[in-house]
């Protein structure tokens, strides 16, 4: 009976165990291989995160960082910039995230990086640009019997028009 005053005594003064900060997802993916460089890694937890004292480290296969530093906090996403990833393996991502109230959320993931392979491209070969060859007085007589006809034409409206304008 004790143990049961002693249980409700306790749960309803909203005294109870806390919920600690969990992840939700990343990107890319915890295990992903990847053919494209990521730009950046982003880890999204279930509680907001403080804006000062979370760090995000990334590492190459040989254990060198390769993010560049900036770390930025938006509600309960940790976004970290990368450099330009060069080599292929694996990539090991270490995270301790602050959230309010909270105990730090720590931990590592990794992800593939498979450098896209290389294909040698051909160099194009310029093209030599035919030149005119023959000759063109078909053309020319072509163009020269259009002129004629155009000539012959405008006569003709002018005349025409002198006639409309005398008659008035």
């Not at 991502?93 to 990794?110: K, R």
């Not at 020319?140 to 405008?154: H, M, P, Q, S």
Request: hydrophobic share 45%; net charge negative; aromatic share 4%.
């Amino acid at each position: 009976m004790r143990v049961a005053a002693i249980a409700t005594l306790i749960s309803l003064s909203g005294v109870g165990a806390a919920s600690a900060n969990t992840l939700v997802s990343t990107t890319p993916s915890a295990g992903q291989s990847l053919e494209a460089a990521p730009s950046a890694v982003t880890i999204t937890t279930e509680l907001p995160l403080l804006d000062t004292g979370n760090e995000v480290t990334v590492t190459d296969p040989s254990g060198i960082r390769v993010d560049d530093g900036t770390l930025t906090v938006a509600e309960n996403s940790a976004v970290v910039g990368l450099k330009n990833l060069i080599r292929s393996g694996i990539y090991t991502v270490t995270y301790n995230l602050l959230a309010e109230n909270d105990i730090p959320l720590t931990g590592t993931f990794v992800f593939n990086f498979a450098e896209p392979q290389v294909v040698a491209t051909v160099a194009p070969e310029p093209t030599q640009v035919p030149t005119p060859s023959g000759n063109n007085a078909g053309t020319t007589i072509f163009v020269l019997g259009l002129l004629l006809a155009a000539l012959v034409v405008t006569v003709a409206l002018a005349r025409y028009a002198r006639k409309l304008y005398s008659e008035r």
